[in-house]
Protein backbone atom coordinates (compact mmCIF):
# COMPACT_ATOMS: atom_id res chain seq x y z
CA UNK A 1 0.00 0.00 0.00
CA UNK A 2 1.43 3.63 -0.74
CA UNK A 3 1.51 5.42 1.79
CA UNK A 4 -0.54 8.58 1.94
CA UNK A 5 2.58 11.15 1.37
CA UNK A 6 3.21 9.39 -1.79
CA UNK A 7 -0.40 8.72 -2.34
CA UNK A 8 -1.24 12.74 -2.40
CA UNK A 9 1.61 13.54 -4.18
CA UNK A 10 0.44 11.21 -7.30
CA UNK A 11 -2.81 12.70 -7.48
CA UNK A 12 -4.40 14.05 -9.92
CA UNK A 13 -8.03 15.08 -11.33
CA UNK A 14 -9.63 13.25 -14.09
CA UNK A 15 -11.76 14.90 -16.60
CA UNK A 16 -12.73 11.82 -18.49
CA UNK A 17 -15.05 9.74 -16.44
CA UNK A 18 -17.21 6.79 -16.82
CA UNK A 19 -19.17 4.22 -14.98
CA UNK A 20 -18.88 2.54 -12.52
CA UNK A 21 -19.69 5.45 -10.07
CA UNK A 22 -19.23 4.69 -6.52
CA UNK A 23 -21.79 2.60 -5.04
CA UNK A 24 -23.87 3.25 -1.33
CA UNK A 25 -21.09 2.14 1.19
CA UNK A 26 -17.65 3.94 -0.94
CA UNK A 27 -20.00 6.78 -0.86
CA UNK A 28 -20.74 6.34 3.25
CA UNK A 29 -16.86 5.76 3.48
CA UNK A 30 -15.77 8.87 1.25
CA UNK A 31 -18.73 11.72 2.99
CA UNK A 32 -17.22 10.19 6.02
CA UNK A 33 -13.79 11.88 5.59
CA UNK A 34 -15.50 15.00 4.37
CA UNK A 35 -16.43 15.48 7.74
CA UNK A 36 -13.35 15.11 9.20
CA UNK A 37 -12.76 18.44 7.26
CA UNK A 38 -11.24 21.60 9.64
CA UNK A 39 -14.33 23.18 11.10
CA UNK A 40 -14.08 26.20 12.59
CA UNK A 41 -16.54 26.33 16.07
CA UNK A 42 -17.71 22.83 14.42
CA UNK A 43 -20.38 24.78 12.70
CA UNK A 44 -20.40 21.82 10.10
CA UNK A 45 -21.65 24.65 7.59
CA UNK A 46 -21.78 22.02 4.61
CA UNK A 47 -24.09 19.58 2.99
CA UNK A 48 -23.65 17.69 0.18
CA UNK A 49 -25.92 16.60 -3.05
CA UNK A 50 -25.42 13.30 -4.65
CA UNK A 51 -26.31 13.53 -7.87
CA UNK A 52 -26.92 10.29 -11.09
CA UNK A 53 -28.86 8.84 -13.52
CA UNK A 54 -32.41 10.98 -14.51
CA UNK A 55 -30.79 13.61 -11.63
CA UNK A 56 -27.71 14.09 -14.32
CA UNK A 57 -29.79 15.14 -16.91
CA UNK A 58 -31.98 17.03 -14.39
CA UNK A 59 -29.15 18.77 -13.61
CA UNK A 60 -28.50 19.66 -17.30
CA UNK A 61 -31.82 21.15 -17.57
CA UNK A 62 -31.04 23.32 -14.81
CA UNK A 63 -28.00 24.43 -16.42
CA UNK A 64 -29.74 25.09 -20.02
CA UNK A 65 -32.30 27.13 -18.03
CA UNK A 66 -29.80 29.17 -16.17
CA UNK A 67 -28.34 29.63 -19.36
CA UNK A 68 -31.79 30.76 -21.18
CA UNK A 69 -32.55 32.38 -18.26
CA UNK A 70 -29.39 35.51 -19.04
CA UNK A 71 -29.49 35.06 -22.68
CA UNK A 72 -32.75 33.88 -24.14
CA UNK A 73 -31.72 34.00 -28.06
CA UNK A 74 -29.55 30.84 -27.20
CA UNK A 75 -30.87 27.95 -29.52
CA UNK A 76 -32.21 25.07 -29.02
CA UNK A 77 -28.81 23.17 -30.07
CA UNK A 78 -26.36 25.60 -27.77
CA UNK A 79 -28.92 24.50 -24.84
CA UNK A 80 -28.20 20.22 -25.57
CA UNK A 81 -24.58 21.64 -25.23
CA UNK A 82 -25.22 22.95 -22.01
CA UNK A 83 -27.17 20.72 -20.93
CA UNK A 84 -24.60 17.97 -21.90
CA UNK A 85 -22.18 19.42 -19.52
CA UNK A 86 -23.85 17.73 -16.63
CA UNK A 87 -23.37 13.97 -18.00
CA UNK A 88 -19.47 14.28 -18.37
CA UNK A 89 -19.47 11.82 -15.61
CA UNK A 90 -21.63 9.34 -13.92
CA UNK A 91 -22.09 11.05 -10.77
CA UNK A 92 -22.27 14.44 -9.48
CA UNK A 93 -21.56 15.35 -5.87
CA UNK A 94 -22.67 19.08 -5.23
CA UNK A 95 -20.68 20.50 -2.41
CA UNK A 96 -22.62 22.94 -0.39
CA UNK A 97 -21.82 26.02 2.14
CA UNK A 98 -24.92 26.85 4.44
CA UNK A 99 -23.81 30.07 5.82
CA UNK A 100 -24.48 30.31 9.53
CA UNK A 101 -23.86 33.79 11.44
CA UNK A 102 -21.17 33.03 14.16
CA UNK A 103 -19.33 36.32 15.74
CA UNK A 104 -16.29 34.54 14.86
CA UNK A 105 -16.62 32.75 11.66
CA UNK A 106 -17.23 34.92 8.89
CA UNK A 107 -18.48 32.88 5.87
CA UNK A 108 -14.97 32.71 3.95
CA UNK A 109 -13.72 30.39 6.79
CA UNK A 110 -16.98 28.21 6.12
CA UNK A 111 -16.63 27.89 2.53
CA UNK A 112 -13.03 26.58 3.05
CA UNK A 113 -14.31 24.44 5.10
CA UNK A 114 -16.63 22.95 2.70
CA UNK A 115 -13.52 23.07 0.47
CA UNK A 116 -11.57 21.04 2.50
CA UNK A 117 -14.08 18.62 2.66
CA UNK A 118 -14.52 18.42 -0.78
CA UNK A 119 -10.56 17.48 -1.43
CA UNK A 120 -10.75 14.94 1.27
CA UNK A 121 -13.85 13.38 -0.67
CA UNK A 122 -11.19 13.40 -3.76
CA UNK A 123 -8.52 11.91 -2.00
CA UNK A 124 -11.07 9.38 -0.19
CA UNK A 125 -12.70 8.43 -3.70
CA UNK A 126 -8.72 7.86 -5.47
CA UNK A 127 -7.99 5.85 -2.65
CA UNK A 128 -11.12 3.54 -3.22
CA UNK A 129 -10.31 3.00 -6.68
CA UNK A 130 -12.42 6.06 -7.99
CA UNK A 131 -11.87 9.16 -9.44
CA UNK A 132 -12.91 12.98 -9.93
CA UNK A 133 -12.13 16.57 -10.93
CA UNK A 134 -14.30 19.94 -9.48
CA UNK A 135 -15.55 21.88 -11.24
CA UNK A 136 -17.50 25.34 -10.56
CA UNK A 137 -18.19 27.69 -13.61
CA UNK A 138 -21.00 30.16 -14.12
CA UNK A 139 -23.62 27.32 -13.71
CA UNK A 140 -22.18 26.99 -9.70
CA UNK A 141 -23.19 30.64 -8.83
CA UNK A 142 -26.68 31.01 -10.82
CA UNK A 143 -29.54 31.82 -9.42
CA UNK A 144 -31.54 29.42 -11.34
CA UNK A 145 -29.69 26.36 -10.57
CA UNK A 146 -29.72 27.16 -6.65
CA UNK A 147 -33.40 27.01 -6.94
CA UNK A 148 -33.57 24.30 -9.06
CA UNK A 149 -31.61 22.16 -6.53
CA UNK A 150 -33.36 23.14 -4.26
CA UNK A 151 -30.53 25.76 -2.02
CA UNK A 152 -31.73 28.06 0.78
CA UNK A 153 -30.89 31.69 0.46
CA UNK A 154 -28.01 31.19 2.54
CA UNK A 155 -26.49 28.22 0.97
CA UNK A 156 -23.97 28.50 -1.66
CA UNK A 157 -22.46 26.02 -4.01
CA UNK A 158 -18.83 25.43 -3.62
CA UNK A 159 -18.15 23.31 -6.16
CA UNK A 160 -19.21 20.41 -8.40
CA UNK A 161 -17.24 17.21 -8.14
CA UNK A 162 -17.65 14.93 -11.34
CA UNK A 163 -17.25 11.57 -9.54
CA UNK A 164 -16.81 8.11 -12.07
CA UNK A 165 -13.57 5.49 -12.70
CA UNK A 166 -11.15 7.38 -14.93
CA UNK A 167 -11.60 6.53 -18.90
CA UNK A 168 -7.98 7.84 -19.44
CA UNK A 169 -5.63 8.59 -17.02
CA UNK A 170 -4.31 12.52 -17.20
CA UNK A 171 -0.26 12.27 -16.69
CA UNK A 172 1.18 13.20 -13.20
CA UNK A 173 1.72 17.28 -13.52
CA UNK A 174 5.28 18.03 -12.71
CA UNK A 175 4.85 19.82 -9.00
CA UNK A 176 5.52 23.54 -9.17
CA UNK A 177 8.63 24.79 -7.80
CA UNK A 178 8.38 25.16 -3.90
CA UNK A 179 11.27 27.63 -3.99
CA UNK A 180 8.40 30.21 -6.15
CA UNK A 181 5.95 29.26 -2.77
CA UNK A 182 7.69 28.56 0.40
CA UNK A 183 9.70 30.60 2.22
CA UNK A 184 11.03 30.85 5.69
CA UNK A 185 9.64 34.89 7.68
CA UNK A 186 11.53 36.83 7.90
CA UNK A 187 13.69 36.07 5.20
CA UNK A 188 16.89 34.42 6.75
CA UNK A 189 19.59 37.61 5.17
CA UNK A 190 17.00 40.14 7.59
CA UNK A 191 18.45 42.07 10.01
C1 LIG B 1 -12.69 25.96 -6.74
C2 LIG B 1 -12.23 25.27 -7.98
C3 LIG B 1 -12.96 25.37 -9.14
C4 LIG B 1 -12.55 24.73 -10.30
N1 LIG B 1 -13.32 24.84 -11.42
C5 LIG B 1 -12.95 24.19 -12.56
C6 LIG B 1 -13.77 24.21 -13.71
O1 LIG B 1 -14.85 24.79 -13.71
N2 LIG B 1 -13.33 23.57 -14.82
C7 LIG B 1 -12.13 22.90 -14.84
O2 LIG B 1 -11.77 22.33 -15.87
N3 LIG B 1 -11.33 22.85 -13.75
C8 LIG B 1 -11.72 23.47 -12.61
N4 LIG B 1 -10.92 23.41 -11.49
C9 LIG B 1 -9.58 22.79 -11.57
C10 LIG B 1 -9.58 21.27 -11.55
O3 LIG B 1 -10.41 20.80 -10.48
C11 LIG B 1 -8.16 20.71 -11.32
O4 LIG B 1 -7.70 21.01 -10.04
C12 LIG B 1 -7.17 21.25 -12.34
O5 LIG B 1 -7.57 20.82 -13.62
C13 LIG B 1 -5.72 20.78 -12.06
O6 LIG B 1 -5.67 19.40 -12.09
P1 LIG B 1 -5.05 18.58 -10.86
O7 LIG B 1 -6.05 18.68 -9.73
O8 LIG B 1 -4.89 17.20 -11.42
O9 LIG B 1 -3.75 19.22 -10.52
C14 LIG B 1 -11.35 24.00 -10.31
C15 LIG B 1 -10.62 23.86 -9.12
C16 LIG B 1 -11.06 24.49 -7.96
C17 LIG B 1 -10.26 24.33 -6.68
Not at 25 to 37: G, K
Not at 38 to 47: E, G, M, N, S, T
Not at 130 to 159: K, N, Q
Amino acid sequence: MKDIIEFILSRQSQPRLSAPAPGDEVLREVFSCALRAPDHALLKPWRYLVVTGKGLQQLGEAFAAAAAHDNPALQESDLDKISSKALRAPMIIVGITCQQEHPKVPVIEQTLSTGAGMAYLLLALEARGFSGIWRTGDMAYHPVVHERLGLGPLESITGFLYVGTAAARKPVQPLPSLDDIVSVWPPRNSH
